[in-house]
């Protein structure tokens, strides 16, 4: 996935990205890194999050789809 990234605790930007499933889809940093040839490693990071601290106690996003 990427580099190993040593975390501590949820940051805010990681709660957007956590709330957001991890879609790079309206992330600043989405911007941020085009046309970089580095990646944003923020994925990485809430995953290792909710693999050693737990999830965050946040609502997510609920998309309803109309028929």
Do not use: H
């Not at 990681?14 to 957001?20: D, F, G, M, N, S």
């Not at 944003?40 to 050693?52: I, P």
């Amino acid at each position: 996935m990427g580099r190993a990234v040593a975390v501590r605790r949820w940051t805010q930007t990681a709660l957007e990205c956590y709330k957001r499933g991890c879609n790079c889809e309206g992330c600043f940093y989405k911007t941020f890194f085009s046309g970089s040839s580095q990646k944003c490693q923020m994925k990485a990071s809430v995953l290792e999050l909710v693999r050693t601290i737990g999830k965050p106690d946040v609502e997510l996003q609920q998309f309803i789809l109309e028929d």
